[in-house]
């Protein structure tokens, strides 16, 4: 009698820019990761799962800023944000939550979005990732951290980093091919002022 296949995948914590970025009210310099933030991207690697952004913010030299610079630029390289792990621009999370699922070679369900908005609920429900809301404004919390990956554990075989491999997609470049058209209308934006 044959044992059942165990399918072994990365688990990956997909976080939209949004949960990361979260001033005090009334703070001058908006651009300021949440008060949790560096402890759940640092919660991330230290379980093993991978990190994706996934943001309908087409402002990516804000996010490179934030993210790269002021929360954990060994994770938030130019390399990632060339890659597919950085996803951008859709409103429609089906598409980047897609878009990740096939770069890091995983199953739907051994990815956590985390997400303030309800209304991305039911593009992750459609994909079969695991949702977690976390409260609207205020930034991700490690307690929301640590309720996704206790979750987590119920529908995902996560492997451990070693035991990992990842498809050609992995490693092809993402599809930008929305930016000569966002940059044409933020030209065009400039000269109307």
């Known amino acids: 009698?044959?044992?059942?296949?165990?399918?072994?995948?990365?688990?990956?914590?997909?976080?939209?820019?949004?949960?990361?970025?979260?001033?005090?009210?009334?703070?001058?310099?908006?651009?300021?990761?949440?008060?949790d933030a560096k402890r759940v991207v640092q919660g991330c690697k230290d379980?093993?799962?991978?990190?994706?952004?996934?943001?309908?913010?087409?402002?990516?030299?804000?996010?490179?800023?934030?993210?790269?610079?002021?929360?954990?630029?060994?994770?938030?390289?130019e390399a990632f944000f060339d890659s597919s792990a950085f996803q951008?621009?859709?409103?429609?999370?089906?598409?980047?939550?897609?878009n990740i699922i096939k770069y890091y070679d995983t199953q739907p369900g051994c990815v956590m979005l985390f997400d303030d908005q309800e209304w991305n609920k039911a593009y992750a429900t459609d994909q079969?990732?695991?949702?977690?809301?976390?409260?609207?404004?205020?930034?991700?919390r490690y307690a929301d951290f640590?309720?996704?990956?206790?979750?987590?554990?119920?529908?995902?075989?996560?492997?451990?980093?070693?035991?990992r491999s990842y498809s050609a997609f992995s490693y092809a470049p993402p599809d930008r091919s929305y930016l000569p058209a966002l940059e044409a209308a933020k030209a065009g934006n400039r000269r109307k002022r």
């Open 47 to 77: 379980a093993g799962y991978e990190i994706a952004i996934a943001s309908a913010n087409d402002e990516i030299d804000k996010m490179k800023k934030v993210l790269g610079q002021r929360l954990d630029p060994a994770v938030f390289t």
């Open 1 to 35: 009698m044959n044992a059942p296949r165990t399918i072994v995948t990365p688990p990956a914590c997909m976080l939209p820019d949004g949960v990361l970025r979260a001033a005090p009210p009334g703070a001058r310099d908006q651009d300021v990761p949440a008060p």
């Open 146 to 163: 640590t309720r996704g990956a206790a979750e987590l554990q119920r529908y995902c075989d996560c492997a451990t980093p070693a035991e």
């Open 128 to 140: 079969g990732v695991l949702m977690i809301m976390t409260p609207t404004n205020a930034g991700i």
């Open 88 to 98: 951008m621009h859709y409103d429609d999370k089906s598409i980047t939550l897609n």
